[in-house]
Structures are given as C-alpha cells and as structure tokens.
C-alpha cells in the first residue's frame, strides 16, 4: 500500500520540513526541491506530473530544448536524494516515525513507517505544535542565510581555466578544454554582478601549467577557479566543471554533461558555456 495516501499531509509536510532543515539538505537546494515537488504532486494527486522531462523542466530549470536522453540531471539528483535520505535515516533522523522511499525506476515518494494521524484523530499537543513552529522558523532563517545573505556581498573573481591547461608540461592541450573555457568566461563577463578574469590575461599565462590550484589563483588573483574538462567515451564527450575555491582548496561545486554533438562547434560551445554559468547560478545574479 502507498502508505502517503493514508496519511495525514500536514505529518507528511512537517516531516519533509525536518528533513530539509537538517544539516544534510541545508545548501542543497535542488535536491529539497526535488523532494518538495514530488511530495506535494502525489499529496495533491497529481501524480502524472511526476516524469523526468516535468522533473527537468520545473526542478531543474532546463529549457524547451531539454532531452532526459542527453541530459541525465534527474536521474543523477535522484540517486542523490536516495542516498541523503539513507544518511538522514540512518543518523539525525533514525528516530523519525516515518520514512521517504524513492523506489528504484520511479520518481513517486512512498511513505512507510508509522501511519500518521488522519481525520477525526486527536490533535498534536501544544508542545508539538511549538516544535514544528519551531521548525519553521529555523527552515525560514536557512532560507535567509543561503538565499539572501550571499546576494548581498560582492561577487568573488572567478577564473574559468582549461583543466589540461594546468597539467603537467609533457600533457598535451585539450584543444576543447580551452575552447570551452574561453566560451565560459565570454558568457560570465555578460552576467550582471559577475567578477571574471579576462580570457586574454589567462591565456597570457603558460606557466601555470604542473602548477598547484592555489599558486594559479594566486597568480591570477581569483580566489574561486572553475575547471573545465572535456573527455571522450566512445562516441560521447563528457565535460566536468570543478568550482574551486582557493587558498583553502574546497569544491563548491561539480557538475557533468554528456554531448553527442561535436563540441568543435561554434555554436554548440555557446550553449554549452551557457548552460554551465546558468547552472553555476551566476545568470542574472551575483553569487
């Protein structure tokens, strides 16, 4: 039986808060939203939105040329979210009375765990309606402090370099690693907000190549870099993008995509760049 069905939606609800509201959901943002969109979809029956191309579309923020076929972005944020929910289970919140499960295949929440209150079943206690205000609270001050606080403080520089730029002499150079670079750093220097070293100051740059992450910031004097790798699988290229940030060394962010199209394409870098600054959430705001 899905056992969400049976069950009252404003548990369910506050269960989905507790759970967005742990420090394992904090700052991972699509993955709360992807748990937000299915769950009120099948609270509120509407189940056949729940596919990948919906998924892609609402939760993703892809555009009218998006294919689930090319691009697997739900598929991956599904095993994703899978994996967080077992860590959150399995930690700070193993002594929940219910469970979120995503069944292999199937992008429809299922509850299990303890069935909770229905219609006509006592109310919760006033101290368990103060918890879950409480609850609230803290998710509206999460919101507060990813969302807001950030878009209020300068944009740091930023550098999209070629990942086989920085490799050791005796590695030849990815000659679409740096094309797509050099398409990246065109699209960010037309973002509103954005801080983006100049492609021909980079390029100047030889040197840095077998050089360590945080002596390239240092000498381009950005302190987040964005690395760019593009590699073949078979008839598939796949492309990574590291943001790093220096001196401390830690990833920010990784994303990949697969291409079928040949990326020597004018064109086809364009959307790519596009897609990746878009995806970085420098399009239109300053972070």
């Given at each position: 039986?899905?056992?969400?069905?049976?069950?009252?939606?404003?548990?369910?609800?506050?269960?989905v808060?507790?759970?967005?509201?742990?420090?394992?959901?904090?700052?991972?943002?699509?993955?709360?939203?992807?748990?937000?969109?299915?769950?009120?979809?099948?609270?509120?029956?509407?189940?056949?939105?729940?596919?990948?191309?919906?998924?892609?579309?609402?939760?993703?923020?892809?555009?009218?040329?998006?294919?689930?076929?090319?691009?697997?972005?739900?598929?991956?944020?599904?095993?994703?979210l899978?994996?967080?929910?077992?860590?959150?289970?399995?930690?700070?919140?193993?002594?929940?009375?219910?469970?979120?499960?995503?069944?292999?295949?199937?992008?429809?929440?299922?509850v299990?765990?303890?069935?909770?209150?229905?219609?006509?079943?006592?109310?919760?206690?006033?101290?368990?309606?103060?918890w879950?205000?409480?609850?609230?609270?803290?998710?509206?001050?999460?919101?507060?402090?990813?969302?807001?606080?950030?878009?209020?403080?300068?944009?740091?520089?930023?550098?999209?370099?070629?990942?086989?730029?920085?490799?050791?002499?005796?590695?030849?150079?990815?000659?679409?690693?740096?094309?797509?670079?050099?398409?990246?750093?065109?699209?960010?220097a037309?973002?509103?907000?954005?801080?983006?070293?100049?492609?021909?100051?980079?390029?100047?740059?030889?040197?840095?190549?077998?050089?360590?992450?945080?002596?390239?910031?240092?000498?381009?004097?950005?302190?987040?870099?964005?690395?760019?790798?593009?590699?073949?699988?078979?008839?598939i290229?796949?492309?990574?993008?590291?943001?790093?940030d220096?001196?401390?060394?830690?990833?920010?962010?990784?994303?990949?995509?697969?291409?079928?199209?040949?990326?020597?394409?004018?064109?086809?870098?364009?959307?790519?760049?596009?897609?990746?600054?878009?995806?970085?959430?420098?399009?239109?705001?300053?972070?």
């Amino acid at each position: 039986m899905n056992a969400i069905d049976g069950a009252d939606a404003d548990a369910i609800r506050a269960h989905v808060a507790r759970v967005t509201s742990s420090e394992l959901f904090v700052g991972a943002e699509r993955l709360c939203r992807f748990l937000h969109f299915t769950v009120e979809s099948k609270l509120n029956g509407r189940e056949a939105d729940v596919k990948e191309y919906t998924l892609g579309r609402e939760v993703f923020d892809r555009g009218e040329t998006y294919d689930p076929r090319l691009d697997p972005i739900v598929r991956v944020e599904a095993r994703r979210l899978r994996s967080r929910l077992a860590e959150y289970y399995g930690g700070p919140g193993r002594d929940e009375a219910l469970r979120l499960e995503y069944p292999k295949g199937s992008y429809l929440p299922v509850v299990s765990g303890a069935i909770a209150r229905t219609a006509g079943s006592p109310a919760p206690s006033a101290r368990r309606a103060w918890w879950f205000a409480a609850v609230a609270v803290v998710v509206i001050l999460v919101v507060i402090a990813v969302v807001a606080v950030p878009r209020l403080m300068p944009a740091p520089m930023v550098a999209p370099i070629a990942a086989t730029s920085i490799q050791p002499n005796d590695r030849t150079l990815d000659s679409l690693d740096v094309a797509l670079a050099q398409a990246v750093d065109e699209d960010l220097a037309n973002q509103p907000g954005s801080r983006v070293i100049a492609w021909p100051e980079i390029a100047r740059h030889p040197e840095m190549r077998g050089s360590e992450l945080r002596d390239v910031a240092a000498r381009l004097g950005a302190p987040r870099l964005l690395l760019i790798m593009v590699r073949d699988i078979g008839e598939i290229r796949r492309i990574n993008v590291f943001a790093i940030d220096e001196p401390e060394g830690r990833k920010r962010l990784a994303l990949t995509y697969y291409a079928d199209v040949s990326l020597a394409d004018f064109a086809v870098q364009e959307t790519y760049a596009k897609r990746i600054v878009r995806d970085l959430g420098y399009s239109g705001q300053t972070r």
